[in-house]
């Protein structure tokens, strides 16, 4: 089954500090990779994606991700946290197959502590 | 990018009755879909809006219950049938231009059933 895990429910980083929410995926085919933030009462909002070349992608307010294949990992990070960033960031997958649709991680809750 | 938006925000209903839930975009897009996101979980997608066609429902979603129309490329309904208090969750539409495009979403719809 296709299936794309982020293994950390939350994270809870002091504001200035580099943060990394961590995403693996079970997805047949070199899927195409997402990242999404969802603020309270609010739909998603799309990050950034991978889908093809460099394996670090850069997107919106400061957010990266690093693609690995080997390890199947396509883990989000910041340089320096802002306690803005605190909400729910999910993980998704899009197989090749020309469907478009997505295979979503069960969500991490980052917090920023001031 | 699309802005999405949908009707109702949201409704508290009684059981055995249905609801539709309306999903609009300000720009054309090739792919709409529907999701349901139970409180504090990941999302589920429920089926692929077809355009002048039926629906293509993902696995344990049938039509009957969660029948859905998409008569143009910005526009689509999704009805909850019949419904329970399982059925009580945040439904979400999106759109998107096409394979590996990003996906833009709605506020979400929350339904309550009593």
């Known amino acids: 089954a296709q299936s794309v895990a982020q293994p950390e429910d939350q994270v809870n980083v002091a504001e200035g500090n580099p943060l990394t929410v961590k995403c693996t995926y079970s997805?047949?085919?070199?899927?195409?990779l997402f990242w999404y933030v969802q603020y309270p009462n609010r739909g998603l909002q799309f990050l950034l994606k991978?889908?093809?070349?460099?394996?670090l992608v850069k997107g919106s307010y400061g957010f990266e991700a690093e693609f690995n294949k080997s390890q199947t990992s396509f883990h989000l990070k910041k340089p320096s946290a802002l306690v803005s960033d605190s909400a729910l960031y999910f993980c998704?997958?899009?197989?090749?197959?020309?469907?478009?649709?997505?295979?979503f991680g069960t969500g991490t809750r980052l917090t920023v502590i001031p | 990018s699309a802005v999405i938006s949908q009707k109702p925000s949201r409704d508290i209903c009684q059981r055995g009755t249905s609801l539709t839930i309306q999903c609009q975009v300000d720009?054309?897009?090739?792919?709409m879909f529907w999701y349901r996101q139970q409180p504090g979980q990941s999302l589920t997608l429920i089926a692929t809006a077809n355009q002048g066609s039926e629906a293509t429902y993902e696995s344990g979603f049938v039509i009957d219950k969660f029948p859905i129309s998409r008569p143009n490329l910005t526009f689509s309904t999704l009805t909850v049938s019949n419904m329970s208090p399982e059925d009580s969750s945040i439904y979400l539409c999106s759109g998107a231009g096409g394979p590996s495009y990003e996906q833009y979403f709605g506020p979400g719809t929350r339904l309550t059933v009593t």
């Open positions: 997805v047949s085919g070199n899927p195409y």
């Open positions: 998704a997958a899009e197989p090749r197959t020309g469907a478009n649709n997505l295979f």
């Open positions: 991978y889908i093809t070349g460099d394996n």
């Open positions: 720009s054309q897009v090739t792919m």
